[in-house]
Structure formats: C-alpha cells, structure tokens
C-alpha cells in the first residue's frame, strides 16, 4: 500500500511532558497539546466538556471522518481548534499566538480532569 513508503520526517518539538499528555510545537510551529492515547469515542464528550468551561463559541464547519475530526473554536481575539486524529489522538492547537495560554490551561485542565 502506498501509505506503507511514504516517510514523513516529524518536526514537532516537544515543550513538556505531562502524566496523561504532551504540550508541543507542530510542524507549524503551533503550540497544541495532545492525549495520544485517546479514542475517537472520547473526542466529541471531551471537546464539548472543553468547549464549555472555557466558553468557546464555534466557528466554520465541524468535519468527522473515521480518520479525523476537528472543529474551529474561538474566544475573543483567540482561536484555537479541537481535533482528533488515528496517529496524534487528542489534540488542541493555537490557531493564532494569542491563543497559547489558552491553550496551557485547557491542557492543565485536561490533566487534572480526565
């Protein structure tokens, strides 16, 4: 199968691990945190749970394919994605650089929650 061969060289940059996730910089430079060992089943009670502590409001069109699922949140000024894929797990990313302490609180949240 193709998918077999392709070689992908991982340029994310780990900040600091935590028990239960990871904070880090994607191939874009975007700080996110992820839960690698999260199911899709977790993906929708968790984004909501997260959604509505933090007050976010959702912008854009969700998208839910077997393979992945992320959904565009903003709150003010910041904007920030909750996403779900096979290889990453759970994940929240800083769509903008305002966002990254929003970001480091829902992942403490997280920690200290699930």
């Not at 998918?3 to 990871?22: F, N, P």
């Not at 910089?25 to 997260?50: A, N, Q």
């Not at 959702?58 to 992320?70: C, K, R, S, V, Y």
């Not at 709150?75 to 650089?97: L, Q």
């Amino acid at each position: 199968m193709f998918l077999e061969h392709l070689t992908v060289e991982d340029k994310s940059e780990i900040v600091e691990r935590l028990e239960r996730g990871i904070f880090l910089r994607d191939f874009s430079g975007r700080l996110c945190y992820e839960i690698h060992d999260m199911d899709s089943d977790g993906y929708l009670p968790t984004r909501k749970v997260v959604a509505k502590q933090f007050g976010l409001f959702p912008l854009g069109i969700t998208i839910n394919t077997p393979d992945e699922a992320f959904r565009t949140y903003i709150k003010g000024f910041k904007r920030i994605g909750i996403e779900w894929d096979w290889a990453s797990g759970f994940i929240v990313v800083a769509k903008n650089t305002r966002a990254e302490p929003l970001i480091r609180e829902i992942g403490h949240y997280l920690e200290s929650t699930i």
